[in-house]
């Protein structure tokens, strides 16, 4: 399953940017059939080239981080199809994001005198307002760079 959602997501942005596989093959760089067959889910694709795959497009970088964390860092993307990607809707997301993460800490700072299980969820919830924070941030940091052509290292 890895393997063709990595590939998939190569073959929209190639798509999308108009190239054909044996230019984008050359950008990797990588032979191009094996980037066809990368493409079709037929072969993974080597964890070496994730830095250079990453570097061309953010969404190919959260594509290849949820696919090699096993969806411990979460393509959001596929979490919330429907996410408003414009800068200042994203600004508003994240601001959101990080007052409940606020909000998760400070009750897990007051939480000395609870059980460990309600300590325990407390942290839990702490951990997820944060995750979503990273995310969020990730995604905007991302549009940013296609927006305003920042160059991502």
């Known amino acids: ?14 798509r999308e940017k108009n190239l054909t596989q044996e230019e984008l093959a050359n950008r990797i760089p990588i032979d191009r059939t094996a980037l066809a067959r990368i493409e079709s889910g037929e072969r993974p694709l080597p964890s070496g080239f994730d830095s ?4 061309l497009s953010w969404k190919l970088a959260l594509e290849i981080a949820d696919a090699r964390t096993g969806g411990y860092i979460s393509n959001i993307l596929e979490d919330v199809p429907n996410l408003d990607l414009h800068p200042a809707a994203l600004k508003d997301l994240l601001l959101k994001q990080l007052a409940e993460a606020g909000t ?8 000395k005198h609870i ?10 919830k702490v951990w997820q307002e944060i995750r979503d924070v ?3 941030g990730n995604v905007m940091q991302g549009v940013l760079e296609d927006e305003f052509g920042l160059e991502r290292k």
Do not use: C, W
């Open 52 to 55: 250079v795959v990453s570097s």
């Open 1 to 14: 399953m890895k393997n063709i959602a990595i590939g998939q997501a190569i073959q929209a942005f190639r």
């Open 134 to 136: 990273i995310e969020t």
């Open 104 to 111: 998760a800490l400070e009750r897990l700072s007051m939480s």
């Open 115 to 124: 059980s460990p299980e309600k300590r325990k969820e407390s942290a839990k």
